[in-house]
């Protein structure tokens, strides 16, 4: 008993450490944008959150995508709120609404006068679909609706949501509208919601930390400016008789000085690119404090080294374990381990992720602290597939009865690629024996060292050699991903294999990708961004490091090759080029069809960082995922051995010309001249400067600072040569500029050079002045 409170104790401990970035008041912008359509900025949206508690407020177009990229379920949220009743801002609640109903968490709901009536209205309209999906568990629509209180709210009050004190208070707009106060301690966030000026605003936000506030009169980059006070009429109406319904930048500041708030947030935007240094200087006629500028998945607080997508906020589901690799390699040799800019740089060792982390629980069970699965420590005997899916049907292995048998991607998870192998001889196994109990192949019943594959659930959905059905597996004996028969070839009697059962997080190996629309593609369940499309052309080892560590794509300079559990993560198991007639990776990628040997269509194998120790000189060979078929010569027949989405070995150099050549006896096919997609973590490297300057300066920087990555000698600051922009920056090589490809200052004034709006800056363009 003594062991089990110590062990919960040390739970409490990790989660609380894992919380606590939870523990102070924030704000993350879901939506910036308005009733107008933009790709680059979703519906009004704002995310309260303080430890375990989480507020939705307002739900425009785009909010449930932009919570998906940061792994918020809605099922989670604790409170849904409305400023107003305009459809930008409502837009997404009725799925909202139905998701948190499915869920079982406590939810208040509250809003201006009809927000009861909304509710209720979505309930009559969808109440036999809502039932129907509650119906899959269990339940009924009564008990659902236990679950939430709705409120209508009017005047001046407050309540609590969670250790969150909220106050609200009507401000002016077209139609019934609250602004709301949230406060924990001495922190405090007021969203202000649509609205013209105010005198309720500056005393509900007296002192705040910070204001999220409507943008209206927010000047939109490359406009003409606004010259004299002609918005300082706070009462001002438009050239009819009728009142806008949205603050100018004299209102705004104006409200924000009298209340005294430390940062002024502006969100709300009808467009998507902002002159900060225009609006700011129109906000300085009043107000003094911070000035910053709301974009998707800006998380306040905002400090001046913060980023837009902070990892802080991003709470993945998907973790990739390190692969344990502490020392580098040459392609032939084990060297110190390189410096930036030095040959072989770029490799496993340079990199550290997350570090192998087990607790051995005492019990036949090993958690791993980083994935939060927990594993069966001893795999028993040899099995079949259905006598292990039994087996984790039946197990009550330490008090629990949820065990299964593992995805590979769960599996792989274990791997360490510290292990070291001699053909088929182990010497150090891939997999941390200190807290995991792995059997070697019996030599004595005539069995390899190496047969003692892990298999998985994973079944492949072709087949391999002439028409094997196949199960995949991890070998932490040899450290390779291979795909084995199911059955005998000879008997048809179905095949043994060990099994180690998991459970816990069945979130681990599902992928969360999203098209960035700039080249690039991010998985927000591993906090991994990745090179959509590949270079197109196979490098050896060295050239594939140097490539990846020298690619400038989407304005990010600090891009890498992936270690072999990088790259596992993004291969999709259920295509292959037999039944998908496509590569195995999500369609949201662009990959190079390549022929093989034989002349027939094939996918390319794909490089990582990893060296795999194997063979007569260990160093000599790095770890590849094939995302097209694994093949093998066998019998003089080029086959997929392995399955797509195998894991293998290349020797990392090689004359070109002597490849594809064939090894081992399976007749592994060698192509040595492998394909690179290269992935960086999806905190940007790119700092925003938010330091401003004070007031009698009237001008503010507030702009993305790019590092480059060669020195500019020209010391009288003459501007670039078209041909200079051209090396630097033309990515695909047309000769042109288009806006994914241009940076800086150049990506600011894109518009104004594209003088015929056909998306891409030319020489002509670039040598002619003024606006089209």
Known sequence: MKKQFAFLLFFIGIQLFAQEHNNHLTATIIGSGSPKFNTERSGPSVLISYKNTQILVDMGNGTQANLNKINTKIKDLDGLLFTHHHLDHNE?????????????????IAGPKQTTLIIDNILESYEEDIAYRLSKSGRTLSDATANYTAKNLSGNDSFS?????????????????LAYRFDVGNESIVISGDLTYSKTLPILAKNADYLIMDSGGAIALGSKRKTGKSNNNRNRKTNSTKEHAHVNLSESSQMAKEANVKDLVLTHFNFTDVDEEATTAAIRENYSGNVLYGKDLMVLPYTENSTVNQTSNLKVSY???????????????????PTKGASFYGQDANYNGNQPSYINNRDGTITDTVTGLIWEQDMGTKMTLKEALLKAKNSKLGGYNDWRVPTLKELYSLILFTGKVKGAT???????????????????????EIYAQTWSSTEYVGRTMKNNETIFGVNFVDGRI????KNQPRTGNENKMYFRLVRGNTDYGKNNFIDNGDGTVSDYATGLMWQKANDGTGKNWETSLSYAENLELASHSDWRLPNAKELQSIVDYTRSIQTTNSPAIDPIFETTEIKDPNGKKQYPYFWTSTTHLDGKNPNASAVYIAFGASQGKMRNEIMDVHGAGAQRSDPKSGVKENYPEYFGPQGDVRYVYNYVRAVRDITPTTKINTKIKTPQDKKVTTQNKQQPTKKNNNSNNTPPSFSELLTKMDANKDKKLSKSEVKGKLKENFDQRDKNGDGFITEEEMTKRGNR
């Not at 291979?482 to 028969?485: A, L, N």
């Open 92 to 108: 997404e609640f009725a799925p909202i609404f139905i998701q948190s109903l499915l869920g079982r968490n406590k939810t208040i």
């Open 161 to 177: 949501i969670g250790d969150i004190k909220i106050t609200y208070t009507p401000v002016n707009h077209a139609i019934a509208t």
């Open 319 to 337: 973790p990739i374990v390190d692969t344990g690799i502490k020392d580098s390699y040459s392609d032939s040799a084990e060297i110190t381990t």
């Open 426 to 448: 182990a010497i150090e196994l891939f997999i941390d024996t200190n807290y995991f109990k792995q059997p070697l192949g019996n030599t004595q019943n005539n069995e390899r």
């Open 482 to 485: 291979k795909g084995y028969p």
